[in-house]
């Protein structure tokens, strides 16, 4: 069932995206000849302010059809009243408007997903400069350092230090996260036993410090935050969410230039990536620990379909804006054969990149 879930907001992102096309291309005055929700077979439609709106089986997402999208050829056969609906007969800046419009959608729906979240309450560093005060603060792993040993004991980023001691020590209860931290420092020797809660459930580890984790000393490699709730109103969550969409936005552009940047060195590496079974995944789990983590996933899922679509390559809206830009400054459309070829080899790498992501989310699935 949480895996449905989550397909089922996967879907909503991908409507949301089209929504955003849809909408523009109504705003300028083009038509659209239909909404889609799904892929064909069709189940059932209804026409509607002349639109078509279909309901088809193949639930992977959904796509808009726009009036003169067409074929160039197609269009210079259409009559004078129906260039004025035509989106290949509007100017550049209305065409590039009306791209644009899905990957704006995306962006604004992550911020407002992100700014509901204040709303009903988000984690939140005690620590961290907010618009409001951090309630019900607990001591958290924020990260587990993969390959230490406290990965190595089954710790996971998101557990909640209970109560932490050694074989001749123990540390209070509610002690803050710079305290825990300085108690395994001060015990680097001895086997560190960690009482921790996972979803409402306590659980104990053991892990000892060891070398080479954190320059300098031995650790168990674990990131200690003092973590709670911030709960907002309406207009501070408005900016707070705000705060943390510009977070997201700047972090993955870097990870994607950091990444895009190893493969033109042939460094990249493929199973740091999740795909479409990897996001799948992930989702599911986030829908079991509740809606916070579903809410802020959705949000960085939508912050990078916006990224990936943006991107210069022909059949995503990227590519379609270039050559849009590129028609504009030769003052003539491309040539129909030489856009449909580069789509079609675009499409085949992307399918290929696909396919070979996919293969590391299945071999991480079976790694777990």
Not at 49 to 58: D, H
Not at 285 to 305: K, P
Not at 332 to 339: D, F, G, I, S, V
């Amino acid at each position: 069932m949480s895996l449905f879930i989550f397909v089922c907001i996967l879907i909503g992102l991908i409507l949301v995206h089209e929504w955003g096309h849809f909408f523009a291309a109504k705003a300028f005055g083009i038509a659209v000849e239909e909404f889609a929700i799904g892929f064909p077979p069709r189940l059932f439609s209804f026409f509607k302010g002349g639109t078509l709106y279909s309901f088809n089986l193949l639930l992977l997402g959904g796509y808009v059809k726009i009036f003169g999208e067409e074929s160039e050829k197609k269009n210079q056969l259409l009559s004078d009243s129906e260039k004025k609906r035509s989106f290949t007969h509007r100017s550049p800046w209305v065409q590039g408007a009306v791209i644009v419009a899905g990957i704006a959608c995306n962006l604004v729906f992550a911020w407002l997903l992100l700014s509901v979240g204040y709303l009903v309450g988000l984690p939140a560093s005690a620590g961290e400069h907010t618009m409001g005060v951090v309630q019900g603060v607990h001591t958290t792993i924020v990260y587990v350092l993969p390959g230490s040993p406290a990965e190595q004991a089954g710790i996971q980023a998101g557990d909640q230090v209970v109560k932490i001691q050694t074989a001749t020590a123990t540390l209070a209860p509610g002690a803050s996260s710079s305290a825990l931290q300085q108690f395994i420092a001060g015990h680097a020797g001895e086997s560190i036993v960690l009482f921790v809660e996972r979803n409402g459930v306590q659980d104990v580890f053991l892990a000892k410090p060891a070398a080479g984790i954190v320059p300098g000393h031995q650790a168990i490699g674990i990131e200690l935050d003092d973590v709670g709730t911030l709960r907002l109103s309406l207009p501070l969550a408005l900016v707070q969410g705000a705060i943390l969409f510009s977070q997201m936005v700047d972090s993955t552009a870097v990870g994607l230039v950091t990444f895009f940047a190893s493969i033109l060195h042939g460094v990249a590496s493929f199973s740091e990536v999740a795909g479409p079974i990897g996001i799948a995944y992930i989702g599911s789990a986030a829908v079991r620990q509740g809606f916070t983590s579903v809410l802020l996933l959705t949000a960085l899922i939508s912050i990078n379909l916006a990224f990936i679509n943006v991107l210069p390559i022909p059949g995503l809206d990227g590519g379609r804006l270039a050559f849009i830009v590129i028609e504009a400054l030769r003052g003539r459309p491309l040539p129909e054969r030489l856009t449909t070829n580069l789509t079609i080899a675009s499409f085949a790498l992307l399918l290929m990149f696909m396919v070979i992501i996919s293969y590391h989310d299945i071999v991480r699935l079976f790694h777990f």
